[in-house]
């Protein structure tokens, strides 16, 4: 069903990209603070040395967390609206399998977060030059296997949530639980042990790690634990919602 | 008579201790268009999910076009078409792209040409209009469209008119024969017993989750109510008299008119009062239709 599930991706972008607060929060809004805070707060002006930060974090891969988070965010709302509008059951009672209905959705996600952080690295590039790593593209590829982790806890969520109004709130709170614990503003290490196995058990934790070790240069071969953790948390995530994601 | 496209042997769904369905048997005729009716709350929508193979029964056969539609779901989905109660799409999905999409899900040789459709629908003017925006009776004839893209054998439809005004219920009577007329056979639920009369070749009346009565809607009516009443009026050397004769059976109409006539009264008004499916449901149901 390769047609269907590339016919619906690309109703679902175009569906995403008419409604424009979507579009701003989820992709200009980062993008924004990116630059702005970048710029004015996180590295010295342009110099011979090698940039300085003034932030205690990475502004770079904070803004790749929310651009991830955004996106789950997203699919948690999508999913309760469409199961509370019957939209889910419509398209059920298709030949599409249901593996295709869902991984459309995340098929559009992860193209909206790829073309954000495109748009990130480029105007970083260009606004704060010499701060952004050679490698984008290997950083871009670290954000995208950390949002397809984190997008399955979302279907986690979107398989506990009954109505829309309260998915939407529960989205919220997990992420901010989630940006405290991923170790962007702190490291994971400073938490006391039990909030530790808290912050493991999440992918974004993982997600920060990965993407911070192929920002500061480091191979993908010495992130293969962390390629593990983001994968057997995916796969549980999985198997947990094959169970019990509800269609109506 | 034709062939069963349809068979449903002591079908039996709980959920919880709420008995939804209990001991239903039915049978649909190919070219037919049968009505499942009954009160909200019947059982009408969780027989006919079952029927689609979107729920599973506790208990009880059931055969759709030759399918088991739990273990042939996905053969028995290509052949069927279904509209869902108080179904919703996408809020900005436009009409044209609803159409594109569930085209690509069927194969190729049996789907219909869609602006054909939209054309036979009247939504040839809303091609380019997004979900949201259409009226709740071009909600609907935009979910019918979608049943019939792919040429279905059996087409479902649940609750097609609630809410929707008198005249746009008109017209989706009117697509529903028209779906008939074009070969596929019709499997339909409605709560208005009107609705149920004019559009539907049988019915089952359900209640409580059990089939009580199944029939024609004539048989129905000569079964359960055969009183008639006429009504009229004569001239009289005093002034205008009224008349009021009760009776049954399929003569009495005629029989009254026979007596006017061999009375040589002069006759200013008539009016004859038959009983409708409504109220033969209000007989065997003992109630009021719930809205």
């Known amino acids: 069903m390769l047609k269907g599930l590339l016919k619906l991706s690309w109703i679902e972008m175009k569906i995403f990209l008419r409604e424009p607060m979507g579009v701003v929060g989820s992709l200009v809004l980062p993008v924004l603070l990116f630059v702005f805070v970048g710029r004015a707060l996180q590295f010295s002006p342009r110099g011979p040395e090698p940039p300085v930060s003034r932030l205690p974090f990475n502004i770079a891969i904070l803004t790749a967390l ?52 495109i748009i990130m690295v480029m105007a970083g590039r260009r606004v704060l030059p010499g701060a952004m790593p050679e490698h984008g593209a290997s950083f871009i590829a670290a954000v995208l296997l950390g949002t397809t982790s984190i997008l399955s806890l979302g279907f986690v969520m979107a398989s506990l949530v009954r109505s829309a109004r309260f998915a939407q709130a529960l989205g919220a709170a997990l992420t901010y639980v989630m940006l405290a614990l991923s170790g962007v503003f702190f490291s994971v290490e400073r938490l006391p042990g039990w909030l530790q196995v808290v912050a493991n058990a999440l992918p974004t934790t993982h997600a920060v790690r990965l993407m911070r070790a192929i920002w500061s240069g480091a191979g993908w071969s010495t992130q293969l634990t962390t390629v593990a953790a983001l994968a057997a948390i995916f796969a549980v995530c999985i198997a947990f919602s094959t169970r019990w994601f509800r269609w109506e | 008579m034709s062939s069963a496209v349809v068979t449903v042997r002591a079908l039996s769904k709980r959920y919880g201790r709420t008995v939804a369905i209990a001991d239903v048997s039915l049978d649909v005729y190919e070219g037919e268009i ?258």
């Open chain 2, 34 to 291: 049968f009505g499942l009716i009954g009160p909200n709350g019947a059982g009408k929508t969780t027989t006919m999910e079952c029927i689609q193979g979107s729920r599973r029964a506790d208990g009880g056969t059931i055969s759709v076009l030759g399918l088991d539609p739990r273990r042939d779901s996905t053969a028995l989905r290509r052949r069927i078409g279904v509209q869902h109660q108080e179904a919703q799409l996408q809020k900005r999905i436009k009409v044209w792209e609803a159409l594109d999409l569930w085209a690509s899900l069927y194969d190729r040789d049996s789907v219909v040409d869609s602006n054909a459709l939209l054309d036979r629908l009247g939504l040839a003017g809303k091609r380019d209009t997004r979900f949201m925006n259409l009226s709740g009776g071009q909600k609907q004839r935009l979910f019918i469209a979608l049943a019939l893209i792919h040429r279905p054998e059996l087409v479902f439809l649940d609750e097609l008119t609630t809410g929707l005004d008198p005249q746009a219920r008109r017209a989706i009577w009117e697509l529903v024969r028209d779906i008939r007329a074009r070969g596929s056979t019709v499997f339909l639920t409605t709560h208005l017993m009107e609705e149920a009369e004019r559009l539907c070749d049988r019915v089952a009346i359900i209640e409580h989750g059990r089939v009580i009565e199944m029939g024609t809607p004539l048989e129905l009516v000569a079964r359960h109510c055969p009183q008639r009443c006429v009504f009229y009026s004569t001239d009289e050397e005093d002034g205008e008299r009224q008349h009021e004769l009760r009776g049954e059976g399929d003569d009495f109409v005629t029989e009254v008119i026979h007596r006017i006539a061999r009375d040589g009264a002069h006759v200013r008004g008539f009016r004859t009062e038959l009983p409708t499916l409504e109220d033969v449901f209000l007989k065997l149901t003992g109630r009021a239709i719930r809205d």
């Open chain 1, 66 to 117: 929310l651009i991830s988070l955004g996106a789950v965010q997203s699919l948690v709302a999508i999913m309760a609206i469409y199961r509370e509008g019957g939209i889910l059951k419509r398209l059920r009672a298709t030949p599409l399998s249901p593996v295709t209905i869902l991984g459309a959705h995340v098929l559009v996600k992860l193209v909206f977060t790829l073309v954000a952080m």
